[in-house]
């Protein structure tokens, strides 16, 4: 069975410092791995998907199979950062479900 | 352009009671999705649909039902109200993998349920 784990529930960091959300996922196959993010009294967003390879609001992410890992970075962290972070896993073209992780409130300190 | 709607936002409910919960998307997407969000769980699957007239169970079906009449509106429902089905509800649509690869799903506002 797939699962996503995010070890941090919450995670404080300085306005101005770097930013890593950690994301490790249990897949055997070829996953398509997603960052979602929900700000306060907002929707949840897609933020980015690794197969992009994008960059969006300064956030990065490389999908690492090695390690299982899909880290979400950010050089320097902005106040309006602050929000829940979601990283999602779904099994491969053809599949219908989203496998979410717990979440990571982040908290920017100003 | 609304994307997804869900309606309520905000209900309580007395243990036993019934009702709807509704979401409708006006972006054509073939898949819609409801999820609960449980504090320190995340969101957890409840029921999907692939199109109009099919659902399916996800990982918490249990208590809840669905129905996918209209391909621009999913239900879901409560058939008796039980304290533990508390949480908040979001509906999400996507496009079929098949038409467009990885679509991402979009996601409502969400509904916020109470149950005494």
């Known amino acids: 069975a797939q699962r996503v784990t995010q070890p941090e529930k919450l995670l404080s960091v300085f306005k101005g410092a770097p930013v890593e959300l950690k994301c490790n996922y249990s897949?055997?196959?070829?996953?398509?791995l997603f960052w979602y993010v929900q700000y306060s009294r907002q929707r949840l967003q897609l933020l980015l998907r690794h197969i992009s390879r994008e960059s969006i609001k300064g956030f990065t992410a490389d999908l690492n199979k090695g390690e299982t890992s899909f880290h979400l970075k950010k050089p320097f962290a902005q106040e309006e950062d602050s929000a829940m972070y979601y990283c999602a896993l779904r099994s491969g073209a053809g599949s219908y479900q989203l496998t979410f992780g717990k979440g990571t409130k982040l908290s920017v300190i100003p | 352009n609304a994307g997804v709607t869900q309606t309520p936002k905000f209900r309580v409910l007395k243990t036993g009671q019934s009702m709807t919960l509704l979401c409708a998307q006006d972006?054509?997407?073939?898949?819609m999705y409801w999820y609960r969000q449980d504090p320190g769980m995340g969101l957890r699957l409840i029921h999907y649909s692939v199109g109009e007239g099919t659902t399916a169970k996800g990982e918490v079906p249990d208590g809840y039902n669905v129905s996918r009449l209209k391909k621009q509106n999913f239900l879901l429902g409560l058939e008796s109200a039980a304290p533990s089905q508390t949480s908040v509800y979001f509906c999400?649509?996507?496009?079929?993998?098949?038409?467009?690869?990885?679509?991402?799903?979009?996601f409502g506002d969400g509904t916020r349920l109470s149950i005494l």
């Open positions: 999400a649509s996507s496009y079929s993998t098949s038409q467009s690869g990885n679509q991402p799903q979009h």
């Open positions: 897949y055997s196959g070829s996953p398509e």
């Open positions: 972006m054509n997407h073939e898949y």
